[in-house]
T-cell receptor, first 112, second 111 residues
Framework: QKEVEQDPGPLSVPEGAIVSLNCTYS??????FMWYRQYSRKGPELLMY????GNKEDGRFTAQVDKSSKYISLFIRDSQPSDSATYLC????????????FGSGTQLTVLP | DTAVSQTPKYLVTQMGNDKSIKCEQN?????MYWYKQDSKKFLKIMFS???????INETVPNRFSPKSPDKAHLNLHINSLELGDSAVYFC??????????FGPGTRLLVL
């Protein structure tokens, strides 16, 4: 079993839909949780960075962490075609200076 | 003004060859990483250097050898390339407790 599980999709939604992306993990030492967005043929870029449990909002994006359930989510409101990308969750036990463990990524397509 | 750059972007080579990929960051970070991303988009860390010192060395064939001549550079040399080495290799960097910034990737195809 992988340390981090993520539904690979693909996921297709109409423009304007609310998107929910999720990861589960098994390592209770993980404290730092990140979501990266990766466009085709590009490197991953950081979207959201949260520490421990709770919610964090940034524009149309909301990240949720539930450490008791070992479950993290990324919500995208009012999704746009420009949101079409692969979304990777990542987590680490001690900040991001040490080893990041990634999910396998969810491929999202937002249809105009 | 690229933060993390990699060369080359594309690399097509024959099995058995030796090749190198170079990475440079101009962010003043002291930690650099090499990741391998397979065809299913799974991103796995290979190595990490902090101030030119190897701090993470995952289970990677010893045909892969990283070298960090200074804090701003981390190169990856691969000997005796195999078909299974075909992947996208990403370089990343950060400073302590900060997020990692990724380069654009080097697409390696071994024929």
């Amino acid at each position: 079993q992988k340390e981090v599980e993520q539904d690979p999709g693909p996921l297709s939604v109409p423009e304007g839909a609310i998107v929910s992306l999720n990861c589960t993990y098994s390592n209770s030492a993980f404290q730092y949780f990140m979501w990266y967005r990766q466009y085709s043929r590009k490197g991953p870029e950081l979207l959201m960075y949260t520490y421990s449990s709770g919610n964090k909002e940034d524009g149309r994006f909301t990240a949720q962490v539930d450490k008791s359930s070992k479950y993290i989510s990324l919500f995208i409101r009012d999704s746009q075609p420009s949101d079409s990308a692969t979304y990777l969750c990542a987590m680490s036990a001690r900040g991001s200076a040490r080893q990041l463990t990634f999910g396998s990524g969810t491929q999202l397509t937002v249809l105009p | 003004d690229t933060a993390v750059s990699q060369t080359p972007k594309y690399l097509v080579t024959q099995m058995g060859n030796d090749k190198s990929i170079k990475c440079e960051q101009n962010l003043g970070h002291d930690t650099m990483y090499w990741y391998k991303q397979d065809s299913k988009k799974f991103l796995k860390i290979m190595f990490s250097y902090n101030n030119k010192e190897l701090i993470i060395n995952e289970t990677v064939p010893n045909r892969f050898s990283p070298k960090s001549p200074d804090k701003a550079h981390l190169n990856l040399h691969i000997n005796s390339l195999e078909l299974g080495d075909s992947a996208v290799y990403f370089c990343a960097s950060n400073s302590w407790e900060e997020t990692q910034y990724f380069g654009p990737g080097t697409r390696l195809l071994v024929l």
